[in-house]
């Protein structure tokens, strides 16, 4: 296994679902600079897979302090190899409140009411993977490891309730687009990304392992509400702002303060 180029196929993978991937990490960063002032953030890449987040971060505030967690046992290791040293990676599952106490000891507190300490909580095509009332509950979670006026950011598929029919056109246009990708060998699809990580010799044991974090090969199961259910939902979570940050065809960005 070479790291980092299992991290540059993860991120052509991604990418043929997602043309405008890299914008939506642009947009946090930038609100993640506004809310630091400029300072070194710390920040934690939530469901952080290989550390996609992490890394751009990196790159952008290289003092930044940065966590990723996830419960993948192979994208962790991906993410190991390619942030040793440079991150703290953390194996936890969201589906259990517990996550927290697995955080850095100086990030969050047990005592119940102290403010965490991260600057910014950023998140992306991840929590489509929750079921609803979970990710509700887990935003008020989320909220408590940020400091006073940190931000949370969660990108996903988050369509527009006011344009069914254009978020349908836009849905099909992007299907026939990423088998074309997939078929001239432009992109790997996510069954063949897989297939390949079972056939690597560091990769292969992880995948079995994760086989039983995640039995179902789709995530047939997904559900994906419109931006405004998140916004709300951060409203009852209790963040003093919540809104759209950042939008493109059917996904978007939603920000809540602290
Ligand atoms: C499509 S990947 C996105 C990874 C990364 N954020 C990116 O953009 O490249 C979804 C991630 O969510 C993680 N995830 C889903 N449910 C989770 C849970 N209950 N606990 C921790 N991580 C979870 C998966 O393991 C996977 O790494």
């Given at each position: 296994m070479t790291a980092y180029i299992w991290q540059e196929s993860w991120d052509r993978q991604q990418t043929a679902f997602m043309p405008d991937r890299e914008e939506r990490f642009a947009a946090m960063l930038t609100a993640?600079?506004?809310?630091?002032?400029?300072?070194?953030?710390?920040?934690?890449?939530?469901?952080?897979?290989?550390?996609?987040?992490a890394l751009r971060t990196l790159a952008r505030f290289p003092d930044a302090e940065v966590t990723v967690l996830?419960?993948?046992?192979?994208?962790?290791?991906?993410?190991?190899?390619?942030?040793a040293g440079r991150a703290t990676i953390i194996d936890a599952d969201l589906g259990d409140p517990g996550w927290r106490a697995k955080l850095p000891g100086e990030t969050f507190s047990t005592e119940a009411g102290d403010p965490g300490a991260f600057d910014a909580v950023l998140t992306a095509t991840a929590l489509h993977w929750l079921p609803a009332e979970r990710v509700a509950t887990l935003y008020g979670e989320i909220r408590e490891?940020?400091?006073?006026?940190?931000?949370?950011?969660?990108?996903?598929?988050?369509?527009?309730?006011?344009?069914?029919?254009?978020?349908?056109?836009?849905?099909?246009?992007?299907?026939?687009?990423?088998?074309?990708?997939?078929?001239?060998g432009a992109a790997t699809s996510w069954a063949e990304?897989?297939?390949?990580?079972?056939?690597d010799e560091v990769?292969?044991?992880?995948?079995?392992?994760?086989?039983?974090?995640?039995?179902?090969?789709?995530?047939?199961q997904e559900w994906t509400p419109p931006?405004?259910?998140?916004?709300?939902?951060?409203?009852?979570?209790?963040?003093?702002?919540?809104?759209?940050?950042w939008r493109g065809g059917t996904d978007a960005a939603v920000a809540g303060l602290r």
């Open positions: 993640v600079d506004a809310v630091t002032d400029g300072r070194a953030p710390r920040v934690l890449d939530l469901a952080g897979g290989t550390g996609t987040i996830d419960q993948d046992p192979v994208l962790l290791t991906i993410a190991g190899a390619t942030l490891v940020l400091r006073p006026g940190g931000i949370f950011v969660n990108a996903d598929h988050m369509p527009e309730e006011s344009l069914p029919t254009l978020s349908e056109r836009l849905r099909a246009r992007g299907r026939q687009l990423r088998e074309e990708r997939y078929e001239s990304w897989w297939r390949r990580a079972a056939a990769l292969g044991p992880k995948v079995i392992e994760r086989e039983r974090i995640y039995p179902s090969v789709s995530h047939d931006a405004l259910w998140h916004v709300d939902a951060l409203r009852v979570a209790g963040f003093a702002e919540a809104g759209v940050l």
